[in-house]
């Protein structure tokens, strides 16, 4: 390994949080200093690890390592951080050290903080302290929900003024031990007369995974439609996709800065709500979460949402809302809120999906290119039950597992995905 995979290395093992985090060893310890002093090494990196460090409860060699570098820091650290042992009045320094010992934000103070992370001229290793502190203290509702509100109205949005479409809104790092059938599952609900919407990016750490774009790519589809053309497609073939980088720009600039940090700030949790094309008719956001606490909070911010979208969550493959098996969920659709679980079998279908950590773009894509022509078999049924709990929990099914096979057969689901 190189020296910035090195630190990497670490912040994957010291900054991942207060309750799955594990301490640096001894050895970790007698190597940090060398990479901190590494001129091959990121700032924001270094400034992410650091951040943890000064944040989560030490060990006895973990604050004997702190206590030293504190009295040598103008030796040991590059000159950008040294403002993690003097006084500084600059507010978002302040901020910083707030976070580091687990102070709550005030409006002010997040609407300073996101402003920043969303600035080009600010630092990276200060965008890093304020989203991993924000991390490792863990996030209030104010905090997520200003962020939410000041990156939506910062963001571009496209209206469609259809009567109904559906959000499918996964995130944006997608899969690498299931197949990831966005795409497929878009263009089936398209074909039933379900308009349906698609974003993201084409790569995204720390999972780097497969999403829309690289199957889009890999089927020689362009996944970087301009907007208009984004929303002729859903007009005409009832399912597009519009990526990051095209409804917005500043956002995705943080790629570097996220890739740093290689851990998901909230920024991951928040980006794939921002709606960038929508329906003011009827406008069905349907997304997922992975720990159990983040059912309540995406509630509670869907229900604080800019656009008053109805919503579904679920707890979907990978932390998406895309399902294999049986799953908790949460939905608000027409003002009424209900709670339970789905399952394949409540829907008539017989699934047993095992991880696949070998997937690659061009299997997924060959397997839902074959199950859209209509072969059967475990990909068409995991496309049908995404489908049909779709239908089922936004109480617009209309279609039952052999009805839709129908489609399928008759090749329409096929067509739709030629005509993107």
């Not at 966005?182 to 039933?192: R, S």
């Amino acid at each position: 390994m190189n020296a910035q995979e090195s630190l990497l290395a670490l912040v994957k093992t010291k900054g991942t949080g207060a309750s799955m985090g594990k301490h640096l060893s001894e050895h970790d310890l007698q190597t940090l200093p060398s990479l901190l002093q590494n001129p091959q090494t990121n700032l924001a990196t270094q400034a992410t690890l650091l951040t943890a460090l000064f944040s989560l409860p030490p060990t006895p060699a973990e604050e004997l390592w702190v206590s030293k570098l504190k009295q040598e820091y103008q030796h040991g650290l590059a000159q950008p951080l040294w403002f993690f042992f003097e006084y500084n009045s600059d507010p978002l320094i302040l901020i910083i050290k707030k976070l580091i010992h687990h102070q709550h934000l005030t409006k002010s103070e997040i609407e300073k903080s996101v402003a920043a992370i969303l600035d080009p001229h600010i630092p990276d290793y200060l965008k890093a302290c304020i989203l991993q502190g924000l991390r490792l203290k863990g996030e209030t509702f104010e905090e997520n929900h200003t962020f939410l509100q000041y990156m939506f109205q910062h963001s571009r949005h496209y209206c469609c003024n259809l009567p109904l479409l559906f959000d499918l809104a996964h995130a944006y790092d997608g899969f690498n031990r299931y197949p990831f059938l966005a795409p497929f599952v878009a263009c089936t609900l398209a074909a039933l007369g379900y308009a349906t919407v698609l974003h993201g990016v084409e790569e995204l750490g720390p999972k780097k995974g497969i999403t829309t774009a690289k199957l889009l790519k890999a089927s020689g589809k362009n996944s970087q439609l301009k907007p208009q053309d984004a929303l002729k497609k859903l007009h005409t073939i009832r399912w597009t996709y519009i990526d990051q980088s095209i409804a917005y720009p500043e956002l995705y600039n943080l790629m570097g800065l996220r890739e740093a940090m290689l851990k998901r700030p909230l920024l991951a949790t928040l980006e794939k709500l921002l709606c960038p094309i929508y329906s003011p008719k009827g406008h069905i956001l349907i997304t997922g979460y992975t720990h159990p606490p983040y059912k309540s909070k995406m509630q509670k911010l869907l229900a604080h949402h800019p656009l008053n979208p109805d919503y579904v969550i679920v707890r979907g493959t990978e932390g998406s809302c895309q399902l294999h098996r049986r799953a908790p969920y949460l939905s608000f659709i027409k003002g009424e809120l209900s709670e339970g679980f789905i399952s394949p079998q409540d829907l008539g279908i017989d699934i047993i999906l095992k991880p696949q950590p070998n997937l690659g773009v061009e299997q997924v894509l060959k397997e839902g290119i074959s199950a859209l022509k209509g072969d059967a078999g475990i990909i068409q049924d995991l496309i049908i039950y995404q489908v049909l709990s779709i239908l089922t929990l936004t109480h617009v099914n209309q279609h039952s597992y052999q009805s839709i096979k129908e489609y399928f057969k008759s090749h329409k689901v096929y067509e739709h995905w030629l005509n993107y």
